[in-house]
């Protein structure tokens, strides 16, 4: 079977995989970095199992990202492939968009920033990455700050957990592919500077955002190290 590597795309250098990176021993690492001139892998390449990360750039920047279409490429082959694969916040939308669901540019409800509560569908209770998480975590907390979001879920997608602002925040494509509108994996370090960005754009005040996550930093924390540790043991049992 040889080692269990899992493919982390970083598409932004203020979206680093932070919080999962410590809960994911048990396998390898290997991170590729686009924006830096990176080549990006195929299919082929992944020897275990596929990251794709968030981003400032939306699912669709091809021209100031041009890597973003062969990462849209690499996801619907890992998908076919059945490699086990996350796609978080604009990685979430890239998967969705390489599937042929749709993604909303500046979405009309507007900023989801914060800790989003995510409550889980009864589905969730079955899936290989979220069973366990669901039944203890609901709702589910997690750190959220984006603008852009899944509107359309690709055709036999299974939706697992929904916000009461935008209602595709966590799904799941064919057996081993799942999109996730949130952060898991933000630090409250990471978490401060989108912050402090978002809430410039706006014309507001960070605070509120910051408050949310230090109310519920050990949480977040506490669940980061659920989903690495997950997807780090179904990749670790992949026969691919």
């Not at 809960?23 to 992944?46: C, N, Q």
């Not at 909303?104 to 569908?121: K, N, Q, T, Y």
């Not at 690709?154 to 799942?178: D, K, V």
Request: proline content about 6%; glycine content about 8%; some cysteine.
């Amino acid at each position: 079977m040889g080692e269990r590597v899992v493919t982390v795309i970083e598409n932004h250098p203020s979206c680093p995989l932070d919080l999962l990176e410590q809960s994911m021993a048990m396998v390898s690492l290997e991170v590729v970095r686009p924006y830096y001139g990176d080549t990006l892998p195929t299919s082929d390449d992944v020897r275990g199992g596929l990251i794709v990360l968030g981003g400032y750039q939306s699912a669709i920047s091809d021209d100031d990202c041009p890597w973003l279409p062969k990462v849209r490429a690499l996801l619907r082959d890992c998908v076919d492939a059945s490699i086990p694969t996350l796609g978080i916040c604009l990685g979430a939308q890239l998967l969705a968009l390489a599937c042929g669901g749709s993604v909303s540019i500046d979405a009309e409800a507007g900023l989801e920033g914060g800790v989003a509560e995510i409550r889980w569908l009864p589905e969730a209770n079955r899936d290989e990455l979220f069973g366990r998480i669901s039944v203890c975590c609901n709702p589910m907390r997690s750190p959220s700050m984006h603008f852009d979001v899944v509107e359309t879920l690709p055709a036999g997608a299974t939706l697992l957990g929904s916000s009461a602002m935008y209602p595709n925040q966590i799904f799941r494509i064919g057996h081993r592919a799942w999109g996730l509108q949130c952060h898991p994996e933000a630090s409250f370090g990471t978490f401060r500077a989108w912050a402090t960005d978002a809430a410039t754009q706006e014309s507001m005040s960070p605070s509120s955002f910051l408050r949310a996550y230090q109310d519920r930093e050990p949480e977040i924390v506490a669940t980061a190290q659920m989903v690495g540790r997950s997807f780090a043991r179904i990749v670790a049992g992949s026969r691919h």
